[in-house]
């Protein structure tokens, strides 16, 4: 079973940045997809950020400009790079991949565990 572990989470002040990591533990077939959703407290899960496997990356409006998904594709590792951090960021993020196996040839999305990041002074 592979897993997503995510790093890099933590307290921040606003203004600050911080950089998120997610490695999966084994390599899948084919990556389509990898990105990040976040969920406030008494907020529905929101997508973040999105890279496809062509490059092509997607942000919600309110992290345009600030937020920057990339990823390492020999490590199997997504990261999100966070800067110009406010309160409003405050969240547990959660990244996923939307990847095929190896063994069966099956797609299927794979979530992190959550990283907790704080924005405040």
């Known amino acids: 079973q592979v897993q997503l572990v995510e790093s890099g989470g933590g307290l921040v002040q606003p203004g600050g940045p911080l950089r998120l990591s997610c490695a999966a533990s084994?390599?899948?077939?084919?990556?389509?997809?990898m990105g990040w959703y976040r969920q406030a407290v008494g907020n529905q899960r929101e997508l973040v950020a999105s890279?496809?496997?062509?490059?092509?990356?997607t942000y919600v409006d309110s992290v345009k400009g600030r937020f920057t998904i990339s990823s390492d594709n020999a490590k199997n590792t997504v990261y999100l790079q966070m800067n110009s951090l406010g309160p409003e960021d405050t969240a547990v993020y959660y990244c996923?991949?939307?990847?095929?196996?190896?063994?069966?040839?099956?797609?299927?999305?794979?979530w992190g565990q959550g990283t907790q990041v704080t924005v405040s002074s």
């Open positions: 996923y991949f939307y990847a095929v196996e190896q063994r069966s040839g099956r797609s299927r999305t794979y």
């Open positions: 084994r390599s899948f077939f084919r990556i389509d997809y």
């Open positions: 890279l496809s496997s062509g490059g092509t990356t």
